[in-house]
């Protein structure tokens, strides 16, 4: 009730303004000051509607404020843990919680009056023995009083009424201080309307290492997926019985006793240990990420996922998981169905622009929104950097307006300008003349001889428009199509020619796209031009054009290395760096497939445009990659 209504009942004060009353007083009766105590004040906030509360500390400021009252001094006297709910006096009472002091759990001495004293007063009589045996028990840096409290209620509940002794025996006939605990805490959870809840709070408060941490109401309402209100209420019960306490100056809320942690700990199962690990586990990853901007590991988020059902993390909780999903090659989807998603979903579209996956996967989720014209442009953009058939064949097959149009972008990522060139129809020039063999075949060992013999002498064909890809296809663009090769290259060899492909897997890469392996004559005529070049760059061998084995690197390098090398189409690396699947056979009869362009092993004679090497289609060579063709641009990835 009012504790200012029991302060008049106490004085016997007439009704009307209570600091009139209390100036009468002290005149009336010649007291120069007054001292209230208002003790068990936690009360006070466990009975006192929220109205009544307020209106109570503005009418102490105000007598507080009163010169008259100078001499009146108030005291409140409470649990630590109820401390903090004194913030809400701070605007009536300004600095009311820098006037404070802390009593220290009991000395060993002051224990032993705690007992006998209240004991005798009661008509108890308590044995030396059991005295010495309870302080033992509690004693850790000092006696907590709550404790010695539990500890003394149940013994004097339990004592045979016929004797007024409160004995060794029966403390042992409990089970000790930790027993008689245990029971006091099935005694409360049992006494609440809502005893499954209540554990499940105290469950909060441990760790999955078994220790007991400390958590906020808003982590259990999120946590539990209760109301204010309700949470509230099952806290004040457990503060009440002692089982939680308030951490002062914070929202923070622990447990009270060490002694029942390894109690509370049974009542979970593994399945409630791995979620409360979750918990803290995400909690640390958050903390990580915000602190260093680390990103949280595949194992972890593995194992956040596994728990996703229970989990109710928080905008910053769920940008993490989103942005560590879409990294990882997890599907984002667990983590969506809050507020604003397709917020979240367009700022790591920005933040991770440089992440094919990733940015594979959010534009497979922003999809399904419907978006403004500008986010969706945001959108379109990143596929056209970086969409291919498969993102396609996600998104389903309706040809909607916003379908069509990031089709549209991922064929223009693979079939446009920027990807292929187009070699216009015309006659071109294959082959060699013999002069020129034979100058070469003295640049090359003898077992090599047949290789440049098999090339046809020179000839004028003709073919029909086509494109031919600017560059041999990518590691990085490989492993869109295949995910497992992006553990097969180090990060700095993603714009390195692809290499150790058989030609039927190159074939299934270009079905992917809708392209196909170029023929040795369009492969041909792309590196020479109509004009037949020995070289794509024209007529005189320079190593500075390529990547070839006149020096010692022997090694592949990025597609675009040497502009200078480059075709009258505009096509890089068609001499040297690595040699390039064709679908021409060698001879009629034979298994062997024609490759073209020589690599970084090859000396200047097989660097010719018209040089060429067999090999079985189904071999894994370390110097042989390729590149594709599309007979129109209109053909393949724009069908999906």
């Known amino acids: 009730s009012d504790p200012l209504r029991l302060l008049s009942e106490k004085l016997e004060l007439p009704k009307g303004e209570l600091a009139e009353c209390l100036v009468d007083y002290l005149h009336q009766n010649g007291v120069e000051g007054l001292l209230f105590c208002f003790d068990q004040f936690e009360e006070f906030f466990l009975r006192v509607p929220f109205q009544e509360r307020a209106a109570f500390w503005s009418t102490l400021g105000e007598m507080m404020d009163d010169v008259r009252l100078g001499n009146v001094r108030w005291v409140f006297s409470l649990r630590e843990d109820f401390l903090a709910e004194l913030g809400e006096a701070e605007d009536d009472i300004p600095g009311l919680l820098d006037c404070h002091y802390r009593l220290t759990p009991l000395t060993s001495r002051q224990a032993e009056l705690c007992i006998i004293g209240p004991a005798q007063r009661c008509g108890r009589w308590v044995e030396t023995e059991l005295v010495e045996a309870i302080v033992t028990d509690?004693?850790?840096?000092?006696?907590?009083?709550?404790?010695?409290?539990?500890?003394l209620d149940r013994l004097d509940q339990?004592?045979?009424?016929?004797?007024?002794?409160?004995?060794?025996?029966?403390?042992?006939?409990?089970?000790?201080?930790?027993?008689?605990?245990?029971?006091?805490?099935?005694?409360?959870?049992?006494?609440?309307?809502?005893?499954?809840?209540?554990?499940?709070?105290?469950?909060?408060?441990?760790?999955?290492?078994?220790?007991?941490?400390?958590?906020?109401?808003?982590?259990?309402?999120?946590?539990?997926?209760?109301?204010?209100?309700?949470?509230?209420?099952?806290?004040?019960?457990?503060?009440?019985?002692?089982?939680?306490?308030?951490?002062?100056?914070?929202?923070?809320?622990?447990?009270?006793?060490?002694?029942?942690?390894?109690?509370?700990?049974?009542?979970?199962?593994?399945?409630?240990l791995a979620f409360r690990y979750a918990n803290l586990a995400l909690e640390s990853e958050v903390d990580s990420w915000l602190r260093m901007g680390s990103l949280m590991d595949e194992g972890r988020l593995q194992f956040l996922v596994g728990q996703s059902e229970r989990l109710r993390p928080d905008r910053v909780e769920r940008t993490l998981l989103l942005r560590a999903s879409v990294i990882h090659g997890f599907s984002p989807k667990v983590w969506?169905?809050?507020?604003?998603?397709?917020?979240?979903?367009?700022?790591?579209?920005?933040?991770?622009?440089?992440?094919?996956?990733?940015?594979?996967?959010?534009?497979?989720e922003l999809f399904?929104?419907?978006?403004?014209?500008?986010?969706?442009?945001?959108?379109?953009?990143?596929?056209?950097?970086?969409?291919?058939?498969?993102?396609?064949?996600?998104?389903?097959?309706?040809?909607?307006?916003?379908?069509?149009?990031?089709?549209?972008?991922?064929?223009?990522?693979?079939?446009?300008?920027?990807?292929?060139?187009?070699?216009?129809?015309?006659?071109f020039v294959v082959g060699s003349d013999e002069n020129n063999k034979l100058r070469r075949k003295a640049g090359l060992h003898r077992y090599l001889h047949n290789k440049i013999e098999s090339e046809p002498n020179l000839t004028v064909c003709e073919l029909e428009d086509f494109w031919m890809d600017l560059c041999p296809v990518t590691n990085a663009e490989y492993a869109e199509f295949m995910p497992s090769h992006f553990e097969r290259f180090p990060d700095h060899e993603a714009d390195h020619p692809v290499v150790s492909l058989t030609l039927f897997e190159a074939e299934s890469y270009a079905g992917w796209?809708?392209?196909?392996?170029?023929?040795?004559?369009?492969?041909?005529?792309?590196?020479?031009?109509?004009?037949?070049?020995?070289?794509?760059?024209?007529?005189?061998?320079?190593a500075r054009h390529l990547n070839s084995g006149e020096d010692s690197f022997k090694q592949t390098t990025p597609v675009r290395a040497f502009p200078s090398g480059r075709s009258v189409y505009g096509c890089w690396d068609m001499a040297g760096n690595v040699w390039e699947w064709t679908t021409s056979r060698w001879s009629e009869s034979g298994p062997f497939i024609v490759q073209k362009g020589g690599s970084t092993v090859c000396s200047w004679p097989q660097l010719q445009c018209s040089s060429r090497m067999d090999a079985f289609p189904d071999f894994v060579l370390r110097w042989t990659g390729f590149r594709l063709k599309s007979d129109s641009p209109g053909y393949g990835v724009g069908d999906l």
């Open 138 to 151: 509690l004693f850790h840096e000092g006696v907590n009083p709550p404790e010695l409290q539990i500890v």
């Open 158 to 272: 339990t004592r045979d009424k016929k004797t007024s002794w409160l004995t060794l025996d029966s403390y042992r006939r409990l089970g000790g201080f930790q027993e008689i605990l245990v029971d006091y805490l099935y005694e409360v959870i049992e006494r609440s309307k809502d005893s499954k809840l209540s554990r499940e709070i105290l469950l909060l408060m441990m760790t999955e290492q078994g220790t007991k941490q400390a958590i906020s109401r808003a982590q259990i309402q999120r946590e539990l997926d209760l109301d204010k209100t309700l949470v509230d209420r099952l806290l004040s019960e457990l503060i009440e019985a002692r089982l939680v306490r308030s951490l002062s100056d914070s929202e923070l809320i622990e447990m009270s006793h060490e002694y029942l942690i390894e109690e509370i700990q049974s009542w979970a199962d593994e399945a409630e």
């Open 336 to 364: 969506l169905g809050g507020d604003k998603d397709e917020e979240l979903l367009l700022a790591l579209l920005d933040e991770l622009s440089d992440n094919g996956v990733a940015q594979r996967r959010l534009i497979a």
């Open 368 to 427: 399904v929104y419907n978006l403004g014209e500008e986010a969706f442009e945001r959108v379109r953009q990143a596929t056209l950097r970086w969409g291919n058939p498969t993102l396609l064949k996600q998104l389903g097959s309706t040809r909607d307006k916003r379908r069509e149009a990031l089709r549209a972008a991922v064929s223009e990522r693979f079939l446009g300008s920027e990807r292929m060139a187009k070699i216009a129809a015309g006659p």
């Open 513 to 542: 796209l809708g392209k196909e392996l170029p023929s040795e004559q369009e492969w041909e005529k792309a590196a020479r031009g109509p004009d037949g070049l020995l070289y794509p760059w024209g007529n005189d061998y320079h």
